[in-house]
DNA sequence: TCTGGGGTCCTAGGACCC
DNA sequence: TCTGGGGTCCTAGGACCC
């Protein structure tokens, strides 16, 4: 098989190019900016055409935020601050104060990431969704697909998603969805990298194990205690060592990962397994003190995880909840139904049995619900659901005892 | 002044059935 | 009285990804 991996670009000012700028924090609409430039410049009319006229100026700079996002992403002049995705934007805003700083505009993204999808199945239809701004394409049977290595149709997919989105979209060509995936960071952004099996050596080996999809910070750091930094390193250790020090699944994985080799299809449909609502709060919240607050936020998040199956057509019968503590720590409590449900106050109640399982004596920064084990609402499993074979947990005499004190206070809770 | 939100997949232990 | 495996389902936690 011969897989592209694309990725668009969603920063879409040109004049902020070279410029430190992060995207992250709280969410906010794009048209923020261009209600700012009405009321700048109310002689014109602004609307989206006009993004690239918005002077620099009027962009909100890091050091202005307060909360407790994010950063998204950030490019390249702002990386060069120490800035990166997944940081807290108070850390980015003390290492780069005057970056700027785009909100995260979810319904733009959603839009520009359907219209991006759309053209690229329009042209090599074998297309794997892998989240907002990024795709496989299997383009082992698109006509002419062949042709200077896959570089002509990877061509005409930029040009097309460019023309039609104003994006830049990066595309790497391997003969597996690993490798594409890495061919495409080789040159970024709005480029083309084609990369061969004999280019492995070269262009591989000497990248660090971080950079492989799916060895993540943990996986890393274990590899470095052993002096394992490029994956070229990876590659020269002996598969079975590999396996007896990362077990023989990931091991094995690990092994095959750094040699090149993924027998992976790309996946043009797949089923939802859950679907899931949590917030974190302006500020860490007490169970008996925020008891108001927490219950409010608690029944929003069943009704909006209940409007999500419905709006989708799926019901579930795994209900659960997430609890992150001050300290960061969290816990999770799930327990399944007899029946299959997409009902906010079916949800509300069996989380609520969840929460009763939970011990408190922290505060709490995050709330999450999650319904599993999802069907479609009109399959036959959804109809006619089997009996239960393992009772729906209660509190065990272990997890009660730690909740002796609270449990009184806790019981009407949610 | 740390650390979002929405997912998937894996592991491991226990219950329960045959 | 002691001692079996398999297989499946459920639950909790954690790694990882976008």
């Given amino acids: 098989m011969d897989a592209f991996y694309a990725s668009v670009e969603l920063l879409r000012y040109p004049q902020l190019k070279g410029l430190p700028v992060v995207i992250g924090g709280g969410r906010r609409r794009e048209d923020d900016l261009l209600a700012r430039m009405r009321l700048a410049q ?3 009319e602004w609307t989206a055409h006009d993004l690239a006229d918005i002077p620099v100026d009027m962009f909100p700079r890091l050091n202005s935020y307060t909360g407790r996002g994010v950063i998204t992403t950030a490019t390249y002049a702002a990386r060069a601050f120490g800035v990166g995705s997944a940081m807290g934007v108070m850390k980015a805003a003390q290492l780069c104060p005057q970056a700027i700083l785009l909100p995260v505009d979810f319904e733009q993204y959603r839009h520009y990431s359907r219209r991006f999808k759309e053209i690229v199945r329009d042209i090599a239809p074998v297309v794997e969704d892998r989240g907002v701004d990024e795709i496989y394409i299997d383009f082992t049977n698109v006509p002419g697909g062949q042709r200077e290595g ?59 194990c971080r950079k492989i999809n799916g060895i993540g910070p943990k996986a890393d750091a274990k590899l470095q205690a052993q002096g394992i930094h490029t994956i070229g390193e990876l590659a020269a250790r002996e598969r079975s060592w590999l396996m007896a020090n990362f077990g023989p699944s990931y091991g094995a994985w690990l092994h095959d990962a750094a040699h090149g080799t993924d027998t992976r299809d790309v996946v043009t449909e797949s089923e939802p397994v859950s679907m899931s609502r949590e917030t974190t709060f302006e500020k860490d919240l007490h169970v008996l003190h925020d008891k108001q607050s927490l219950g ?66 922290r505060r709490i920064r995050l709330l999450g619900v999650r319904v599993g084990s999802l069907v479609k609402a009109d399959s036959d499993q959804a109809l006619h659901p089997v009996p239960l074979k393992v009772l729906p947990s209660v509190l065990t005499a272990k997890e009660a005892a730690p909740l002796k004190d609270l449990r009184h206070e806790q019981a009407d809770l949610f």
């Fill in 296 to 361: 409010e936020i608690f029944t929003r998040l069943c009704q909006q995880v209940a409007a999500d199956l419905q709006r989708k057509g799926y019901v579930g019968k795994t209900i659960g909840i997430k609890i992150r503590f001050d300290n960061f720590q969290s816990a999770t409590r799930d327990s399944t139904l007899g029946f299959y449900t997409s009902d906010a106050k079916a949800i509300r109640q069996a989380a609520g049995m969840c929460l009763k399982r939970i011990d408190f004596k």
């Fill in 42 to 44: 109310p002689e014109r």
């Fill in 150 to 208: 896959g570089r002509v149709l990877a061509r005409l997919i930029q040009k097309s998603i460019t023309d039609d989105t104003g994006l830049t979209c990066s595309i790497g060509v391997a003969p597996n969805k690993l490798l594409a995936k890495m061919a495409s960071e080789l040159n970024k952004p709005n480029g083309i990298s084609i990369l061969q099996p004999e280019d492995l050596t070269e262009k591989i080996w000497p990248l660090a």
